[in-house]
Nanobody
């Protein structure tokens, strides 16, 4: 049974930074692709960034150059460093674990989410 626990969300002013963390349990972390999704009120959940087992990354166009996804296999943790935050980055951020790379990433397991609110 995979468990994903997010942390690091909060309230920040526009232009500020936050780092989200997701701690995973289970034995397949090393070979899994990890992803961060965002869901704003009234919107569908959308992929923000993903990183595969080899370290290749993929980003939504709206966050390229501002967000960085990384992973620490020894700690079974994936991170999302968010810089130059904008009000439109507001939403619940979900960690996911799945298979595939880039466009072909398919999440299988989900965390409970962490709220990020960016004030203008």
């Amino acid at each position: 049974q995979v468990q994903l626990v997010e942390s690091g969300g909060g309230l920040v002013q526009a232009g500020g930074s936050l780092r989200l963390s997701c701690a995973a349990s289970g034995s397949i972390f090393d070979i899994s692709t990890m992803g961060w999704y965002r869901q704003a009120p009234g919107n569908e959940r959308g992929l923000v960034a993903s990183i595969n087992s080899g370290g290749s990354t993929n980003y939504a166009d709206s966050v390229k150059g501002r967000f960085t996804i990384s992973r620490d296999n020894a700690k079974k943790t994936v991170y999302l460093q968010m810089n130059s935050l904008k009000p439109e980055d507001t939403g619940v951020y979900y960690c996911s674990q799945g298979t595939g790379t880039g466009y072909y990433y398919r999440p299988r397991d989900w965390g409970q989410g962490t709220q990020v609110t960016v004030s203008s």
